[in-house]
């Protein structure tokens, strides 16, 4: 009866990997229960999720080596893997919501989410051109959210200013505001092959040893129009999560990793730890720090316990 939060399955958003091909389902190594996906299988585990009631997804798209360049073209073929799965996903099942990722990262060759100089420094601006570009190719395929989580400055209000003036002033934007350097995404770029081939993304994503860096990023990307800001990882940052929800009115995602979830399963494997209760305890504990959305790939298995 004094319970203060209680997790329930339309807090979740289940991020899936799309792969080419047909009749693909091949598992992730570092994220046991979580699969690449070609388009005809994604479509039916998305029914079934969607049955679990999850109601949104966050896309993320493997890309072959030979379709990967240094400028990320691929990210904004008004016909490539993410724009076509948008389009047959909101064709199947139109209530579901989708996101998609706006970042380089899986379009690279280099594995970074810009576009890089010869001295391998991110190009900011000429960057979020592209991801202006990228972000409208979603909105046309039918995204209902774009998401960049690539964490260039001024993407937010460029990407806003040009979905607005293509007229779709319905498409939200899910800002990656305050999204760490962290050591936790190894398992997520082990899924795209996407881990940076030189150097790290220390110089444009946040230091981890920084907090009030946090509430600066946040008041820029809702000043640009963001609809929802994302803190992530989520679990070795619940103190951030909760500075950025007093801070702000809009509501905050968690993005629950995979390296998060990777160590659940790996001590879930070993025996060592009751794998249920302490899912349900670790995304507790996000919606407790101040959540209102929470990423994870859990998310399938959540919404059978809480059936
Ligand atoms: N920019 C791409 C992106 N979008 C989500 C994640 C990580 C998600 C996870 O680890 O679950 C990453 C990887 C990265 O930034 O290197
Ligand atoms: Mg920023």
């Known amino acids: 009866m004094v319970r203060e939060n209680t997790l ?38 998305i029914a079934e999720v969607f049955e679990l009631g999850i109601n949104a997804i966050a896309l993320f798209p493997v890309i ?36 998609t990722d706006v970042a380089l990262d899986p379009f690279t060759s280099h594995g970074h989410d810009g576009l890089v100089d010869e001295n391998g420094t991110i190009l900011n601006d000429p960057t979020v051109e592209v991801l202006v570009k990228m972000a409208l190719s979603q909105a046309a395929a039918g995204a209902d959210f774009v998401a960049p989580s690539d964490m260039m400055d001024g993407r937010i209000g460029a990407i806003r200013q040009a979905l607005d003036a293509e007229g779709y002033i319905n498409v939200g934007i899910l800002a990656y505001s305050a999204k760490y350097a962290s050591a936790y995404y190894g398992p997520f770029r082990d899924a795209l092959d996407s881990a940076p081939k030189f150097g790290d993304k220390k110089t444009y994503q946040m230091d981890a040893a920084n907090a009030k860096e946090a509430l600066k990023e946040i008041e820029l ?13 989520a679990l070795a940052y619940l103190d951030i999560i909760c ?65």
């Open 8 to 45: 329930t399955v339309n807090d979740l958003i289940y991020p899936m990997f799309v792969t080419e091909g047909k009749a693909q389902k091949v598992e992730i190594t570092s994220m046991p229960g979580c699969y690449r996906y070609s388009l005809d299988l994604l479509l039916k585990e």
């Open 64 to 99: 072959p080596e030979n379709k990967k360049d240094d400028t990320g073209t691929q990210s904004y073929n008004p016909d490539g893997l993410i724009q076509q799965t948008v389009k047959a996903i909101k064709q199947a099942i139109p209530e579901i919501v989708v996101i």
């Open 221 to 233: 990307d809702i000043a640009e129009g963001a609809d929802i800001i994302m803190v992530k990882p």
């Open 243 to 307: 500075r950025v929800k007093s801070a702000t009115n809009l509501p905050v995602a968690a993005y629950n990793v995979s390296g998060e979830y990777a160590m659940i399963k790996a001590a879930a494997q070993m025996g060592w730890i009751d794998e249920k209760q302490v899912i349900l305890e670790s995304l507790t504990s996000m919606k407790r720090a101040g959540a209102d959305l929470i990423l994870t790939y859990f998310a399938k298995e959540v919404a059978l316990m809480l059936m």
